[in-house]
Protein backbone atom coordinates (compact mmCIF):
# COMPACT_ATOMS: atom_id res chain seq x y z
CA UNK A 1 0.00 0.00 0.00
CA UNK A 2 2.58 2.70 -0.99
CA UNK A 3 1.97 6.53 -1.65
CA UNK A 4 1.26 7.26 -4.93
CA UNK A 5 -1.11 9.59 -7.61
CA UNK A 6 -4.67 9.89 -6.31
CA UNK A 7 -7.03 6.83 -6.97
CA UNK A 8 -9.46 7.25 -9.62
CA UNK A 9 -13.37 5.90 -9.40
CA UNK A 10 -12.21 3.34 -10.60
CA UNK A 11 -9.18 2.19 -8.76
CA UNK A 12 -11.71 2.87 -5.53
CA UNK A 13 -14.80 0.81 -6.67
CA UNK A 14 -12.02 -2.02 -7.21
CA UNK A 15 -10.13 -1.63 -4.02
CA UNK A 16 -13.33 -1.81 -1.76
CA UNK A 17 -15.16 -4.39 -3.41
CA UNK A 18 -12.44 -6.80 -3.81
CA UNK A 19 -11.71 -6.27 0.07
CA UNK A 20 -15.43 -6.02 0.87
CA UNK A 21 -15.78 -9.46 -0.72
CA UNK A 22 -12.65 -11.19 0.83
CA UNK A 23 -13.50 -10.16 4.21
CA UNK A 24 -17.49 -11.30 3.53
CA UNK A 25 -16.08 -15.12 2.62
CA UNK A 26 -13.93 -14.90 5.95
CA UNK A 27 -16.77 -14.10 7.47
CA UNK A 28 -18.87 -17.07 6.23
CA UNK A 29 -15.86 -19.29 6.31
CA UNK A 30 -15.53 -18.67 10.24
CA UNK A 31 -19.42 -18.89 10.39
CA UNK A 32 -19.41 -22.26 8.85
CA UNK A 33 -16.79 -23.47 11.08
CA UNK A 34 -17.38 -25.23 14.01
CA UNK A 35 -15.14 -26.22 16.92
CA UNK A 36 -16.20 -29.60 18.60
CA UNK A 37 -15.94 -27.74 22.01
CA UNK A 38 -17.88 -24.81 20.66
CA UNK A 39 -21.54 -25.67 21.01
CA UNK A 40 -24.40 -23.57 19.96
CA UNK A 41 -26.77 -21.70 22.15
CA UNK A 42 -30.09 -21.07 21.15
CA UNK A 43 -31.69 -18.65 23.06
CA UNK A 44 -31.61 -15.77 21.13
CA UNK A 45 -30.39 -17.81 17.56
CA UNK A 46 -31.86 -15.84 14.82
CA UNK A 47 -33.43 -17.68 11.13
CA UNK A 48 -29.68 -17.04 10.07
CA UNK A 49 -26.12 -17.21 11.91
CA UNK A 50 -25.98 -13.47 10.68
CA UNK A 51 -29.57 -12.47 12.82
CA UNK A 52 -28.38 -13.25 16.32
CA UNK A 53 -29.64 -11.11 19.22
CA UNK A 54 -31.10 -8.05 17.87
CA UNK A 55 -31.49 -8.94 14.77
CA UNK A 56 -34.41 -11.53 15.37
CA UNK A 57 -35.81 -8.55 17.01
CA UNK A 58 -35.39 -5.84 14.17
CA UNK A 59 -37.05 -9.12 12.33
CA UNK A 60 -39.87 -9.18 13.89
CA UNK A 61 -41.03 -5.46 14.13
CA UNK A 62 -40.49 -5.79 10.33
CA UNK A 63 -43.22 -8.55 10.32
CA UNK A 64 -45.61 -7.30 12.93
CA UNK A 65 -45.00 -4.26 14.01
CA UNK A 66 -44.07 -3.44 17.77
CA UNK A 67 -44.32 -5.87 20.38
CA UNK A 68 -43.73 -5.48 24.20
CA UNK A 69 -40.02 -3.33 24.96
CA UNK A 70 -39.08 -3.73 21.60
CA UNK A 71 -39.77 0.11 21.19
CA UNK A 72 -35.96 0.05 22.23
CA UNK A 73 -35.40 -0.46 18.35
CA UNK A 74 -35.80 2.49 16.63
CA UNK A 75 -37.76 2.65 13.48
CA UNK A 76 -36.25 3.38 10.27
CA UNK A 77 -34.46 0.13 10.00
CA UNK A 78 -36.92 -2.36 10.38
CA UNK A 79 -39.60 -0.13 7.85
CA UNK A 80 -37.07 -0.60 5.37
CA UNK A 81 -37.13 -4.17 5.44
CA UNK A 82 -40.68 -4.51 5.49
CA UNK A 83 -40.58 -2.20 2.62
CA UNK A 84 -37.98 -3.93 0.82
CA UNK A 85 -39.16 -7.36 1.87
CA UNK A 86 -42.83 -7.04 0.09
CA UNK A 87 -40.67 -6.79 -2.75
CA UNK A 88 -39.13 -10.16 -2.26
CA UNK A 89 -41.85 -11.85 -1.57
CA UNK A 90 -42.25 -11.10 2.80
CA UNK A 91 -38.61 -12.40 2.41
CA UNK A 92 -37.41 -10.36 5.52
CA UNK A 93 -34.08 -11.75 5.83
CA UNK A 94 -33.14 -11.01 2.51
CA UNK A 95 -34.30 -7.88 2.75
CA UNK A 96 -32.38 -6.84 5.46
CA UNK A 97 -29.44 -8.40 4.13
CA UNK A 98 -29.17 -6.45 1.36
CA UNK A 99 -29.94 -3.46 3.32
CA UNK A 100 -27.27 -4.45 5.19
CA UNK A 101 -24.51 -5.35 2.80
CA UNK A 102 -25.27 -2.12 0.33
CA UNK A 103 -25.08 0.31 2.87
CA UNK A 104 -21.90 -1.05 4.09
CA UNK A 105 -20.56 -0.66 0.28
CA UNK A 106 -21.65 2.66 -0.16
CA UNK A 107 -20.00 3.11 3.93
CA UNK A 108 -16.84 2.42 2.45
CA UNK A 109 -16.73 4.31 -0.53
CA UNK A 110 -17.81 7.46 1.55
CA UNK A 111 -15.11 7.63 3.65
CA UNK A 112 -12.43 6.55 1.11
CA UNK A 113 -13.93 10.19 -0.37
CA UNK A 114 -13.36 11.97 2.86
CA UNK A 115 -10.43 11.14 3.84
CA UNK A 116 -8.75 13.71 1.17
CA UNK A 117 -11.32 16.25 2.69
CA UNK A 118 -8.87 16.25 6.33
CA UNK A 119 -6.70 19.39 5.55
CA UNK A 120 -4.07 18.18 8.03
CA UNK A 121 -3.36 14.58 6.22
CA UNK A 122 -0.13 15.23 3.54
CA UNK A 123 -1.68 14.77 -0.04
CA UNK A 124 0.91 12.32 -0.79
CA UNK A 125 0.17 10.29 2.11
CA UNK A 126 -3.74 10.01 1.14
CA UNK A 127 -4.14 7.21 -1.04
CA UNK A 128 -2.23 5.09 1.09
CA UNK A 129 -4.21 6.36 4.30
CA UNK A 130 -7.28 5.44 2.18
CA UNK A 131 -6.31 2.12 1.24
CA UNK A 132 -5.14 1.22 4.99
CA UNK A 133 -8.40 2.97 6.41
CA UNK A 134 -10.85 0.42 4.72
CA UNK A 135 -8.89 -2.34 5.20
CA UNK A 136 -8.65 -1.30 9.40
CA UNK A 137 -12.42 -0.68 9.34
CA UNK A 138 -13.31 -4.33 7.69
CA UNK A 139 -10.63 -5.94 10.21
CA UNK A 140 -11.97 -4.13 13.53
CA UNK A 141 -12.73 -7.18 15.76
CA UNK A 142 -16.48 -6.28 15.43
CA UNK A 143 -16.90 -5.22 12.24
CA UNK A 144 -19.48 -8.75 11.04
CA UNK A 145 -22.13 -6.43 12.50
CA UNK A 146 -21.77 -4.65 9.66
CA UNK A 147 -23.07 -7.77 7.60
CA UNK A 148 -25.89 -8.67 10.21
CA UNK A 149 -29.28 -7.50 10.25
CA UNK A 150 -28.30 -4.81 12.13
CA UNK A 151 -28.48 -0.85 11.93
CA UNK A 152 -24.82 -0.62 12.19
CA UNK A 153 -24.26 -0.54 8.71
CA UNK A 154 -26.80 1.81 7.71
CA UNK A 155 -26.19 3.90 10.63
CA UNK A 156 -22.57 4.65 9.39
CA UNK A 157 -23.51 5.11 5.77
CA UNK A 158 -25.96 7.65 6.74
CA UNK A 159 -23.43 9.15 8.66
CA UNK A 160 -20.58 9.79 6.47
CA UNK A 161 -22.95 10.49 3.44
CA UNK A 162 -24.22 13.37 5.71
CA UNK A 163 -20.81 14.51 6.57
CA UNK A 164 -19.63 14.51 2.85
CA UNK A 165 -22.41 16.78 1.74
CA UNK A 166 -21.63 19.05 4.92
CA UNK A 167 -18.35 18.94 3.73
CA UNK A 168 -19.08 20.11 -0.26
CA UNK A 169 -21.50 22.68 1.47
CA UNK A 170 -24.47 20.90 -0.04
CA UNK A 171 -26.28 21.83 2.93
CA UNK A 172 -30.04 20.25 1.42
CA UNK A 173 -28.63 16.89 1.13
CA UNK A 174 -26.63 16.80 4.49
CA UNK A 175 -30.27 17.72 6.12
CA UNK A 176 -31.79 14.98 4.49
CA UNK A 177 -29.34 12.73 5.73
CA UNK A 178 -29.24 13.92 9.11
CA UNK A 179 -33.06 13.95 9.40
CA UNK A 180 -33.07 10.24 8.55
CA UNK A 181 -30.29 9.08 10.64
CA UNK A 182 -32.11 10.44 13.86
CA UNK A 183 -34.57 7.73 12.96
CA UNK A 184 -32.30 5.08 12.85
CA UNK A 185 -30.58 5.60 16.20
CA UNK A 186 -31.00 8.35 19.18
CA UNK A 187 -27.08 9.45 18.78
CA UNK A 188 -28.14 10.20 14.99
CA UNK A 189 -29.78 13.41 16.81
CA UNK A 190 -26.43 14.50 17.12
CA UNK A 191 -25.93 15.88 13.42
CA UNK A 192 -28.51 18.54 15.16
CA UNK A 193 -31.05 17.39 12.68
CA UNK A 194 -33.68 15.31 14.75
CA UNK A 195 -36.62 15.35 12.58
CA UNK A 196 -36.39 11.28 12.69
CA UNK A 197 -36.23 11.21 16.70
CA UNK A 198 -39.01 13.47 16.75
CA UNK A 199 -41.03 11.64 14.39
CA UNK A 200 -40.65 8.54 16.61
CA UNK A 201 -41.39 10.29 19.79
CA UNK A 202 -44.57 11.59 18.50
CA UNK A 203 -45.67 8.02 17.13
CA UNK A 204 -45.00 6.61 20.98
CA UNK A 205 -46.61 9.69 22.46
CA UNK A 206 -49.26 8.80 20.61
CA UNK A 207 -49.61 4.93 20.55
CA UNK A 208 -48.13 4.72 24.08
CA UNK A 209 -48.59 8.09 25.93
CA UNK A 210 -45.12 7.67 26.55
CA UNK A 211 -42.56 9.72 23.83
CA UNK A 212 -39.33 8.94 26.03
CA UNK A 213 -40.37 5.00 25.97
CA UNK A 214 -37.78 4.07 24.09
CA UNK A 215 -35.47 5.05 26.94
CA UNK A 216 -38.16 3.67 29.68
CA UNK A 217 -38.09 0.08 28.44
CA UNK A 218 -34.08 -0.35 27.85
CA UNK A 219 -33.86 -2.41 31.36
CA UNK A 220 -35.99 -5.22 30.11
CA UNK A 221 -32.52 -6.10 27.77
CA UNK A 222 -30.58 -6.41 31.14
CA UNK A 223 -27.02 -5.62 31.59
CA UNK A 224 -28.36 -3.31 34.36
CA UNK A 225 -29.19 -0.73 32.51
CA UNK A 226 -31.14 2.40 33.52
CA UNK A 227 -34.17 3.54 32.15
CA UNK A 228 -35.25 6.20 34.08
CA UNK A 229 -32.16 7.92 35.32
CA UNK A 230 -28.60 8.80 33.94
CA UNK A 231 -25.35 7.64 35.49
CA UNK A 232 -22.26 9.88 35.09
CA UNK A 233 -19.44 7.73 33.77
CA UNK A 234 -17.19 7.41 37.14
CA UNK A 235 -19.90 5.30 38.01
CA UNK A 236 -20.37 3.26 35.03
CA UNK A 237 -16.35 3.01 35.68
CA UNK A 238 -17.10 1.83 39.15
CA UNK A 239 -19.02 -0.64 38.40
CA UNK A 240 -16.55 -2.61 36.08
CA UNK A 241 -14.22 -2.00 38.58
CA UNK A 242 -16.35 -4.50 41.04
CA UNK A 243 -17.14 -6.63 37.88
CA UNK A 244 -13.14 -7.16 37.65
CA UNK A 245 -13.16 -7.43 41.58
CA UNK A 246 -16.04 -9.75 42.06
CA UNK A 247 -16.54 -11.78 38.84
CA UNK A 248 -13.54 -14.85 38.65
CA UNK A 249 -11.60 -13.79 35.45
CA UNK A 250 -12.61 -18.16 34.44
CA UNK A 251 -16.22 -16.81 33.68
CA UNK A 252 -17.39 -15.86 30.24
CA UNK A 253 -18.69 -12.54 31.55
CA UNK A 254 -15.44 -11.39 32.78
CA UNK A 255 -13.55 -11.26 29.41
CA UNK A 256 -17.07 -9.58 27.93
CA UNK A 257 -16.72 -6.74 30.46
CA UNK A 258 -12.91 -6.38 29.71
CA UNK A 259 -13.48 -6.19 25.91
CA UNK A 260 -16.52 -3.72 26.50
CA UNK A 261 -13.70 -1.46 28.77
CA UNK A 262 -10.68 -2.54 26.42
CA UNK A 263 -13.39 -1.03 23.70
CA UNK A 264 -14.26 2.33 25.16
CA UNK A 265 -10.79 3.46 26.43
CA UNK A 266 -9.07 2.52 22.81
CA UNK A 267 -11.58 4.50 21.13
CA UNK A 268 -10.89 7.87 23.39
CA UNK A 269 -7.27 7.35 23.04
CA UNK A 270 -7.60 7.19 19.36
CA UNK A 271 -10.54 10.26 19.13
CA UNK A 272 -7.89 12.05 21.20
CA UNK A 273 -5.43 11.64 18.51
CA UNK A 274 -7.68 12.50 15.96
CA UNK A 275 -8.62 15.85 17.84
CA UNK A 276 -4.69 16.87 18.06
CA UNK A 277 -4.04 15.97 14.28
CA UNK A 278 -6.84 18.27 13.64
CA UNK A 279 -9.56 16.05 11.89
CA UNK A 280 -12.75 18.36 11.30
CA UNK A 281 -14.35 18.83 14.84
CA UNK A 282 -17.66 17.63 13.82
CA UNK A 283 -16.41 14.64 12.93
CA UNK A 284 -14.36 13.98 16.35
CA UNK A 285 -17.17 15.75 18.70
CA UNK A 286 -19.92 13.46 17.18
CA UNK A 287 -17.91 10.47 17.55
CA UNK A 288 -17.34 11.07 21.01
CA UNK A 289 -21.15 11.22 21.45
CA UNK A 290 -21.97 7.93 19.89
CA UNK A 291 -19.83 6.32 22.69
CA UNK A 292 -20.41 8.57 25.41
CA UNK A 293 -24.17 8.41 25.19
CA UNK A 294 -24.57 4.66 25.25
CA UNK A 295 -22.90 4.58 28.72
CA UNK A 296 -25.79 7.53 30.20
CA UNK A 297 -27.33 4.02 30.81
CA UNK A 298 -25.13 2.96 33.10
CA UNK A 299 -22.97 0.44 31.41
CA UNK A 300 -20.14 -0.12 28.35
CA UNK A 301 -22.44 -3.11 27.55
CA UNK A 302 -22.73 -2.94 23.33
CA UNK A 303 -19.52 -0.76 23.41
CA UNK A 304 -17.40 -3.28 21.16
CA UNK A 305 -20.42 -2.90 18.35
CA UNK A 306 -21.45 1.09 19.31
CA UNK A 307 -17.61 1.86 18.75
CA UNK A 308 -17.67 0.50 15.16
CA UNK A 309 -19.52 4.11 14.18
CA UNK A 310 -16.69 6.33 15.10
CA UNK A 311 -14.97 6.23 11.94
CA UNK A 312 -11.93 8.87 12.35
CA UNK A 313 -10.80 5.63 14.30
CA UNK A 314 -10.37 3.38 11.20
CA UNK A 315 -8.28 7.13 9.89
CA UNK A 316 -5.75 7.27 12.82
CA UNK A 317 -4.77 3.77 12.79
CA UNK A 318 -3.93 3.96 8.91
CA UNK A 319 -1.70 7.05 9.65
CA UNK A 320 0.61 4.38 12.53
CA UNK A 321 3.99 3.36 11.48
CA UNK A 322 3.74 0.28 8.80
CA UNK A 323 5.00 -1.98 11.33
CA UNK A 324 2.87 -1.25 14.08
CA UNK A 325 -0.53 -1.28 11.27
CA UNK A 326 0.49 -4.87 10.28
CA UNK A 327 0.86 -5.74 14.32
CA UNK A 328 -2.44 -4.24 14.42
CA UNK A 329 -3.86 -5.77 11.54
CA UNK A 330 -2.93 -8.86 12.74
CA UNK A 331 -4.48 -8.91 15.88
CA UNK A 332 -8.12 -7.40 14.96
CA UNK A 333 -8.33 -10.39 12.23
CA UNK A 334 -7.97 -12.84 15.10
CA UNK A 335 -10.12 -11.30 17.17
CA UNK A 336 -12.34 -10.85 14.46
CA UNK A 337 -12.13 -14.36 14.21
CA UNK A 338 -13.41 -15.11 17.59
CA UNK A 339 -15.67 -12.39 17.53
CA UNK A 340 -17.29 -13.86 14.52
CA UNK A 341 -17.20 -17.27 15.56
CA UNK A 342 -18.88 -16.91 18.86
CA UNK A 343 -21.41 -14.36 17.87
CA UNK A 344 -23.04 -16.66 14.79
CA UNK A 345 -23.20 -19.36 17.52
CA UNK A 346 -25.21 -17.78 19.94
CA UNK A 347 -22.51 -15.42 22.13
CA UNK A 348 -23.20 -12.81 23.69
CA UNK A 349 -20.38 -9.81 22.47
CA UNK A 350 -22.19 -6.69 22.16
Known sequence: MKSGKVSSSGDMLRFILISFL???????????????????QTMFLGPIPWANFDGVHYLSIAERGYVQYEQAFFPLYPVLIRFIGRLFHQDFVLAAMLISHLSFIGSL???????????????????????????????????????????????????LASFYFFQKKRYVFYGIGASITSGVRLVGSFLLVPVGLFAYMTYLWKQYGDPLLFMHVQPAFGANRSGSELVILPQ???????????????QYDWWIALFELFCFILSLLLLWIAWRRKYPRAWVYFSLASIIVPTLTGTLSSMPRYVLVAFPLYIVLAQMPKALKIGIFIVSVYLLIIGTLLFTHGYWIA
Not at 22 to 40: C, D, H, M, N, S
Not at 242 to 249: G, N, W
Open 22 to 40: GWRVLLELIARFTPQYLTK
Open 109 to 159: IFLWKLIPLIPSLPKDKIPSIQKWTIVFTLAFPTSYYFASVYTESLFLFLI
Open 236 to 250: VLWRYLKIFIKVPAR
